[in-house]
């Protein structure tokens, strides 16, 4: 009998104590700065490695490229860059692997919609998603996440 | 399922809390149901044997092959001895377990490209004997003792695995070699750490990893099961962990456990076509 | 003379004491149980079919979705049979970074257990105070690799991301919050009449049972077989620390309630003790570009919350494994079931497969 | 006073929809807090339309009858458990003069009344044609019957001593000294008692959520489900009520402050034993079916019996016989 006793007194006393839960909508939940959002991806910085794509462990990011209009640049220019957040796992080997950090995770993580469409993300969109870009995006650990040496 | 059966699935589950005893009932279909399967071991099943073990002289990791071509001799004092023991834990070994002296499934494929894991022979350096080897040894000296030795393939140490020591027998044996290395008082494997099968595309195999509590020693056994008519008796009645594990095997890979007692898919659904694991499978409908 | 007949309920796969998606069929004789039988597969994905197309840095992701409650120790299970059929040397920063995730990982999910088994049992409170208690170390992680749940932090070699600054310091605090928050769990839970009267008793099973079932973790413990693979077959540095292994007297449901908070202890001290010798360096080893694994066949198991949690990679010398099959301990911890609930009362059938700490996300693999 | 006897009762209805709402808020406000949030919060200031928005989205829901079930009886079943909830009210002392009937027997009337709504629920859960529902239905069954007899017993005491079952005399005889002292093994008899007849943990068995799903409503959907939630918070209501007049002095003033209403006196000795409810309902587990049997047979009878014997034995011992 005295264990439930002991038990209310745990619960009154919690009573008081302050609320932890957040007010989500009405105010942004605070996230640290390595939070694995939605990515932002800069085109002019891609070379067109493909390493994003191979990595991929759902194949959700398509891209191609195009040769270098200005003809004095060498290498490609990305032409197609779209990512299927249906299947993305916001896993983060996208970034790890990418090697001049043009495909970069954000802060934003609010990715629900009506339809299944909207969640096909094109070069445009992905362009856009500029803000609270993560700002360690290499740790301490440049190896990619396909084994790469230190 | 006839009520016969029933009743066998009944009595199985009960036995498995108990000791792990088969009915007498039970041996009698499944014993019958041998015979008439098997037939003569020939010549092929000696080369497929001594290809086994060049292939695994050849591997980097794997030493001290013990060649198990030891003719049953002393069959009747060692099945005795055998008997004895499982007696004490109420098996009777004899009973229960297919003769593998005439059990023998003629090779169809001699195993003409050898498992991934010994493609490129390459000069090693001798290893220092492992520390596991004479636990092994000790192990295998026993095991060539037993009648139907023969259907040892191999026994080796596996030193990437911690030296785990390592059976690989043909599935013929398995249920045999089960029984024995459950019950003998010398090795008393209780426990199935992991229930596995892996398909090398000339063959699957069944991979069992157990675990002696009195002993703490681990043991791999692979059992070897062939591909187009994949069969092995189960041990759901030895090792109740094994019962979904075969199941599990039964539907991904295909294997079919003779004398399970529900051999259903326990993944997938009923109507699914196929066993996915097979490196061969092609999903039935594109669009799922 | 009344008739009577045997009645076919149907739990689930949508029920809420499953702790997800089992389907239990069960034939019942008023309130108590005849025969059950459990249906899985509806949580299937797959994990071993996929993994033969994935190369080894990309299955790890796919762990996190196994048990989505300790998702860093199935982290490690596939990063650790990796790096050992390799034969990779581990920097020992980042295997004390691995110790203390999986450690928090643990008292995670043991939480999860807890405040989930008293939901079953019908109290709402202590489910809402060891979710807090939890919050806590998810904010730990999400601070740490960025995910609250599916971690994919620990790389074949090291771990993806050093510990940021003052993060170890906040697991110390939170060690310390934690070692006292104890006492009210205890104040709460331990000494509750009802509780007691619940669990005391139920779900009893032998140890030639549990050894025979292959159960693993605290179902095997619990039986009083001091079992531990941290100890047993020591992985990691585990064999540095020193922390013990508590056992089960009776084998009840409450004695399991015990054997893990005693856990979430030990795993506390654990933390505690690797922080005390954490240095700064490197946390990845060397590590080629492309991962090729040698062939092979391994066979490796860590200790998860739940058990025993294997992992059995068989390897063709490519990037990409043969196969790659997880001993999952839920679904062995599962098979037992039948078993426990013949002749049970259906409110024991909650209590005794709360108690069993199933994840379906494991059991269906 | 022939306009209060018409009109009465309607405002009675209102007031007691209007506590209802506000009691499952209340209910959610607690629970909240005694989890650390801020329970609801978001419909309404404070969250105070909350529980009218529900009530909306419940009216407003399709009225899903299943097909196998018995449809005639599917849709009495909400019926039956709600009138008898309301018509115990009326012998409810809620001050001297707010009452509305006022009869020699009302304690027994309570108590009769009460038990006929376990035939709406039996009804409800056999005509759903479920099986989490039927096993729900029988538990409940079996529970209130059990559960109503120490609940009576216990409160043979405050009968012995006031020598009447009209519930205007148990308040005024409690002038003096609360029945929570004198007869405080019966009252506590009583609040167990009253808890399983409530169904409310640690005796929700019947609606169990993580053995049964919902116990007898299962197949309920829209304001038939209402009913039947209708119908459980008036006995939240009415119990609390009935509580207070027996063992709390009902509008009795505490300390002799009489400058303070009769009904505010009331309402707040009834929102402490409401509270009580819900704290308990947040701390507690579930007992189990047989447990719960075996608790109000082996334990609750005895002691109420043994209850009634000890009120005896005070009565003519000198001394006490006054608290008697």
């Given at each position: 009998?005295?264990?439930?006793?002991?038990?209310?007194?745990?619960?009154?006393?919690?009573?008081?104590?302050?609320?932890?839960?957040?007010?989500?909508?009405?105010?942004?939940?605070?996230?640290?700065?390595?939070?694995?959002?939605?990515?932002?991806?800069?085109?002019?910085?891609?070379?067109?490695?493909?390493?994003?794509?191979?990595?991929?462990?759902?194949?959700?990011?398509?891209?191609?490229?195009?040769?270098?209009?200005?003809?004095?640049?060498?290498?490609?220019?990305?032409?197609?860059?779209?990512?299927?957040?249906?299947?993305?796992?916001?896993?983060?080997?996208?970034?790890?692997?990418?090697?001049?950090?043009?495909?970069?995770?954000?802060?934003?993580?609010?990715?629900?919609?009506?339809?299944?469409?909207?969640?096909?993300?094109?070069?445009?969109?992905?362009?856009?998603?500029?803000?609270?870009?993560?700002?360690?995006?290499?740790?301490?650990?440049?190896?990619?996440?396909?084994?790469?040496?230190? | 399922?006839?009520?016969?059966?029933?009743?066998?699935?009944?009595?199985?589950?009960?036995?498995?809390?108990?000791?792990?005893?088969?009915?007498?009932?039970?041996?009698?279909?499944?014993?019958?149901?041998?015979?008439?399967?098997?037939?003569?071991?020939?010549?092929?099943?000696?080369?497929?044997?001594?290809?086994?073990?060049?292939?695994?002289?050849?591997?980097?990791?794997?030493?001290?092959?013990?060649?198990?071509?030891?003719?049953?001799?002393?069959?009747?004092?060692?099945?005795?001895?055998?008997?004895?023991?499982?007696?004490?834990?109420?098996?009777?070994?004899?009973?229960?377990?297919?003769?593998?002296?005439?059990?023998?499934?003629?090779?169809?494929?001699?195993?003409?490209?050898?498992?991934?894991?010994?493609?490129?022979?390459?000069?090693?350096?001798?290893?220092?004997?492992?520390?596991?080897?004479?636990?092994?040894?000790?192990?295998?000296?026993?095991?060539?003792?037993?009648?139907?030795?023969?259907?040892?393939?191999?026994?080796?140490?596996?030193?990437?695995?911690?030296?785990?020591?390592?059976?690989?027998?043909?599935?013929?044996?398995?249920?045999?070699?089960?029984?024995?290395?459950?019950?003998?008082?010398?090795?008393?494997?209780?426990?199935?750490?992991?229930?596995?099968?892996?398909?090398?595309?000339?063959?699957?195999?069944?991979?069992?990893?157990?675990?002696?509590?009195?002993?703490?020693?681990?043991?791999?056994?692979?059992?070897?099961?062939?591909?187009?008519?994949?069969?092995?008796?189960?041990?759901?009645?030895?090792?109740?962990?094994?019962?979904?594990?075969?199941?599990?095997?039964?539907?991904?890979?295909?294997?079919?456990?003779?004398?399970?007692?529900?051999?259903?898919?326990?993944?997938?659904?009923?109507?699914?076509?196929?066993?996915?694991?097979?490196?061969?499978?092609?999903?039935?409908?594109?669009?799922? | 003379?009344?008739?009577?007949?045997?009645m076919?309920l149907?739990?689930?796969?949508?029920?809420?004491?499953?702790?997800?998606?089992?389907?239990?069929?069960i034939?019942i004789d008023g309130e108590i149980i005849?025969?059950?039988?459990?249906?899985?597969?509806?949580?299937?994905?797959?994990?071993?079919?996929?993994?033969?197309?994935?190369?080894?840095?990309?299955?790890?992701?796919?762990?996190?979705?196994?048990?989505?409650?300790?998702?860093?120790?199935?982290?490690?299970?596939?990063?650790?049979?990796?790096?050992?059929?390799?034969?990779?040397?581990?920097?020992?920063?980042?295997?004390?970074?691995?110790?203390?995730?999986?450690?928090?990982?643990?008292?995670?999910?043991?939480?999860?257990?807890?405040?989930?088994?008293?939901?079953?049992?019908?109290?709402?409170?202590?489910?809402?105070?060891?979710?807090?208690?939890?919050?806590?170390?998810?904010?730990?992680?999400?601070?740490?690799?960025?995910?609250?749940?599916?971690?994919?932090?620990?790389?074949?070699?090291?771990?993806?991301?050093?510990?940021?600054?003052?993060?170890?310091?906040?697991?110390?605090?939170?060690?310390?919050?934690?070692?006292?928050?104890?006492?009210?769990?205890?104040?709460?839970?331990?000494?509750?009449?009802?509780?007691?009267?619940?669990?005391?008793?139920?779900?009893?099973?032998?140890?030639?049972?549990?050894?025979?079932?292959?159960?693993?973790?605290?179902?095997?413990?619990?039986?009083?077989?001091?079992?531990?693979?941290?100890?047993?077959?020591?992985?990691?540095?585990?064999?540095?620390?020193?922390?013990?292994?508590?056992?089960?007297?009776?084998?009840?449901?409450?004695?399991?309630?015990?054997?893990?908070?005693?856990?979430?202890?030990?795993?506390?001290?654990?933390?505690?003790?690797?922080?005390?010798?954490?240095?700064?360096?490197?946390?990845?080893?060397?590590?080629?570009?492309?991962?090729?694994?040698?062939?092979?066949?391994?066979?490796?198991?860590?200790?998860?919350?739940?058990?025993?949690?294997?992992?059995?990679?068989?390897?063709?010398?490519?990037?990409?494994?043969?196969?790659?099959?997880?001993?999952?301990?839920?679904?062995?911890?599962?098979?037992?079931?039948?078993?426990?609930?013949?002749?049970e009362n259906i409110s024991n059938l909650?209590?005794?497969?709360?108690?069993?700490?199933?994840?379906?996300?494991?059991?269906?693999? | 006073?022939?306009?209060?006897?018409?009109?009465?009762?309607?405002?009675?209805?209102?007031?007691?929809?209007?506590?209802?709402?506000?009691?499952?808020?209340?209910?959610?406000?607690?629970?909240?807090?005694?989890?650390?949030?801020?329970?609801?919060?978001?419909?309404?200031?404070?969250?105070?339309?909350?529980?009218?928005?529900?009530?909306?989205?419940?009216?407003?829901?399709?009225?899903?009858?299943?097909?196998?079930?018995?449809?005639?009886?599917?849709?009495?079943?909400?019926?039956?458990?709600?009138?008898?909830?309301?018509?115990?009210?009326?012998?409810?002392?809620?001050?001297?003069?707010?009452?509305?009937?006022?009869?020699?027997?009302?304690?027994?009337?309570?108590?009769?009344?009460?038990?006929?709504?376990?035939?709406?629920?039996?009804?409800?859960?056999?005509?759903?044609?479920?099986?989490?529902?039927l096993l729900?239905?029988m538990r409940?069954?079996a529970?209130?019957?059990?559960?109503?007899?120490?609940?009576?017993?216990?409160?043979?005491?405050?009968?012995?001593?006031?020598?009447?079952?009209?519930?205007?005399?148990?308040?005024?005889?409690?002038?003096?000294?609360?029945?929570?002292?004198?007869?405080?093994?019966?009252?506590?008899?009583?609040?167990?008692?009253?808890?399983?007849?409530?169904?409310?943990?640690?005796?929700?068995l019947?609606?169990?959520?993580?053995e049964l799903?919902?116990?007898?409503?299962?197949?309920?959907?829209?304001?038939?489900?209402?009913?039947?939630?209708?119908?459980?918070?008036?006995?939240?209501?009415?119990?609390?009520?009935?509580?207070?007049?027996?063992?709390?002095?009902?509008?009795?003033?505490?300390?002799?402050?009489?400058?303070?209403?009769?009904?505010?006196?009331?309402?707040?000795?009834?929102?402490?034993?409401?509270?009580?409810?819900?704290?308990?309902?947040?701390?507690?587990?579930?007992?189990r079916v047989d447990?719960?049997?075996?608790?109000?047979?082996?334990?609750?009878?005895?002691?109420?019996?043994?209850?009634?014997?000890?009120?005896?034995?005070?009565?003519?011992?000198?001394?006490?016989?006054?608290?008697?």
């Amino acid at each position: 009998m005295f264990g439930l006793v002991k038990g209310l007194g745990v619960t009154l006393k919690n009573m008081t104590k302050p609320k932890v839960t957040y007010n989500y909508p009405a105010e942004p939940i605070p996230v640290p700065d390595r939070f694995r959002g939605i990515q932002h991806f800069d085109a002019e910085k891609c070379i067109v490695c493909n390493q994003c794509a191979l990595v991929c462990p759902t194949d959700c990011i398509t891209l191609t490229g195009k040769r270098n209009p200005d003809p004095e640049k060498k290498g490609k220019v990305i032409e197609i860059y779209d990512i299927n957040f249906e299947i993305c796992i916001l896993c983060d080997l996208c970034t790890e692997v990418c090697p001049t950090e043009a495909i970069v995770m954000t802060n934003n993580f609010e990715l629900a919609t009506y339809s299944r469409d909207d969640l096909f993300k094109n070069m445009q969109w992905l362009h856009d998603n500029n803000q609270n870009i993560r700002q360690e995006n290499m740790s301490s650990k440049p190896p990619g996440a396909a084994g790469g040496a230190k | 399922m006839s009520d016969q059966e029933k009743e066998q699935e009944k009595e199985l589950t009960t036995e498995t809390k108990a000791a792990n005893v088969m009915s007498e009932e039970t041996v009698e279909i499944k014993s019958a149901s041998k015979e008439q399967d098997v037939q003569k071991p020939d010549a092929l099943s000696q080369e497929l044997k001594d290809e086994g073990s060049v292939k695994n002289e050849s591997a980097s990791e794997e030493q001290g092959i013990q060649k198990p071509d030891a003719p049953p001799s002393q069959e009747v004092t060692d099945e005795g001895s055998v008997k004895n023991d499982s007696v004490s834990t109420g098996v009777d070994v004899e009973n229960t377990v297919t003769k593998p002296q005439a059990a023998s499934v003629p090779p169809k494929k001699p195993a003409a490209t050898p498992r991934p894991a010994a493609k490129k022979p390459v000069e090693e350096k001798p290893l220092e004997p492992s520390r596991k080897q004479p636990w092994l040894d000790k192990f295998v000296v026993k095991l060539k003792d037993l009648e139907g030795s023969e259907y040892l393939e191999d026994a080796f140490i596996n030193r990437a695995n911690s030296d785990l020591p390592t059976l690989v027998v043909k599935s013929e044996w398995w249920r045999y070699l089960a029984l024995y290395l459950r019950n003998h008082p010398d090795c008393q494997f209780h426990y199935v750490q992991n229930f596995s099968s892996v398909d090398y595309e000339t063959h699957l195999e069944v991979v069992v990893h157990l675990f002696s509590f009195p002993y703490k020693e681990r043991l791999g056994v692979r059992v070897k099961v062939d591909r187009t008519e994949a069969k092995v008796d189960s041990v759901a009645d030895i090792w109740a962990a094994a019962n979904w594990n075969e199941r599990e095997a039964y539907d991904l890979m295909g294997i079919t456990f003779e004398g399970h007692p529900d051999l259903r898919r326990i993944m997938l659904t009923d109507q699914w076509v196929g066993h996915p694991l097979r490196k061969d499978y092609v999903p039935y409908d594109e669009g799922v | 003379m009344l008739r009577t007949e045997e009645m076919l309920l149907n739990m689930g796969p949508q029920h809420p004491s499953t702790h997800g998606v089992l389907r239990l069929v069960i034939k019942i004789d008023g309130e108590i149980i005849r025969e059950v039988d459990p249906v899985i597969g509806y949580l299937h994905r797959g994990t071993e079919k996929l993994a033969e197309d994935l190369t080894y840095t990309q299955i790890i992701p796919y762990t996190d979705r196994l048990d989505y409650v300790s998702a860093m120790t199935n982290n490690y299970a596939v990063v650790h049979a990796t790096e050992k059929l390799m034969g990779l040397e581990i920097p020992e920063r980042a295997e004390y970074l691995r110790m203390i995730t999986m450690e928090l990982n643990r008292v995670a999910s043991h939480l999860v257990w807890v405040g989930t088994y008293l939901l079953d049992l019908g109290a709402m409170s202590p489910f809402l105070y060891c979710f807090q208690d939890r919050e806590t170390i998810l904010n730990l992680f999400n601070e740490l690799c960025g995910a609250r749940l599916t971690y994919n932090y620990m790389r074949v070699g090291g771990v993806k991301w050093d510990a940021p600054d003052g993060w170890l310091q906040k697991v110390e605090e939170f060690v310390l919050y934690m070692q006292k928050e104890l006492a009210t769990y205890h104040d709460l839970i331990s000494g509750n009449d009802i509780f007691l009267q619940r669990t005391r008793g139920i779900g009893i099973y032998t140890k030639e049972q549990a050894l025979s079932y292959a159960l693993s973790g605290s179902n095997l413990r619990v039986t009083g077989v001091p079992w531990d693979l941290r100890q047993h077959q020591s992985y990691s540095l585990y064999h540095q620390f020193q922390f013990e292994i508590p056992i089960g007297e009776k084998g009840d449901v409450l004695d399991k309630y015990h054997l893990r908070m005693q856990e979430i202890a030990e795993s506390l001290k654990i933390v505690k003790q690797v922080l005390g010798v954490i240095k700064e360096g490197p946390i990845m080893g060397k590590v080629p570009k492309v991962l090729r694994v040698p062939e092979g066949e391994f066979y490796t198991g860590v200790e998860s919350p739940r058990g025993e949690l294997g992992c059995h990679i068989v390897s063709n010398g490519k990037n990409k494994p043969w196969r790659l099959k997880f001993r999952r301990p839920s679904f062995y911890n599962l098979q037992i079931l039948p078993d426990l609930l013949k002749g049970e009362n259906i409110s024991n059938l909650v209590a005794i497969l709360g108690g069993i700490d199933i994840i379906l996300g494991e059991v269906d693999g | 006073m022939d306009v209060f006897f018409y009109l009465g009762p309607i405002i009675l209805m209102l007031l007691l929809l209007g506590f209802v709402t506000y009691a499952i808020l209340f209910e959610r406000k607690v629970i909240g807090w005694i989890q650390n949030r801020p329970g609801p919060n978001q419909v309404g200031p404070w969250g105070l339309f909350q529980t009218i928005a529900d009530v909306l989205k419940l009216l407003l829901k399709e009225d899903v009858v299943p097909g196998k079930a018995d449809r005639s009886l599917f849709k009495l079943a909400p019926i039956i458990a709600f009138v008898p909830a309301f018509a115990i009210l009326a012998v409810i002392p809620f001050t001297e003069t707010w009452q509305f009937g006022d009869f020699a027997v009302g304690l027994l009337y309570y108590i009769a009344i009460s038990s006929i709504t376990i035939i709406g629920i039996l009804t409800g859960a056999w005509a759903s044609n479920n099986k989490y529902s039927l096993l729900g239905g029988m538990r409940s069954a079996a529970q209130m019957i059990s559960y109503e007899i120490p609940l009576v017993l216990s409160v043979v005491g405050i009968v012995m001593t006031t020598g009447s079952l009209d519930l205007n005399d148990i308040v005024l005889a409690q002038k003096k000294v609360w029945f929570i002292v004198p007869q405080f093994l019966a009252f506590l008899i009583f609040l167990i008692a009253s808890l399983a007849e409530l169904n409310r943990t640690p005796f929700d068995l019947p609606e169990a959520e993580s053995e049964l799903v919902a116990g007898y409503h299962v197949e309920y959907t829209g304001f038939r489900f209402a009913f039947f939630m209708l119908a459980e918070y008036v006995y939240v209501f009415a119990m609390a009520s009935l509580t207070t007049c027996l063992f709390l002095g009902g509008w009795l003033p505490l300390f002799g402050l009489t400058m303070i209403p009769g009904i505010l006196w009331f309402l707040l000795k009834f929102s402490l034993v409401v509270f009580s409810l819900f704290w308990i309902r947040a701390t507690m587990p579930r007992l189990r079916v047989d447990q719960l049997m075996q608790f109000a047979w082996k334990v609750l009878l005895p002691l109420s019996l043994l209850n009634i014997f000890l009120t005896a034995i005070f009565k003519e011992i000198p001394v006490l016989s006054s608290f008697y």
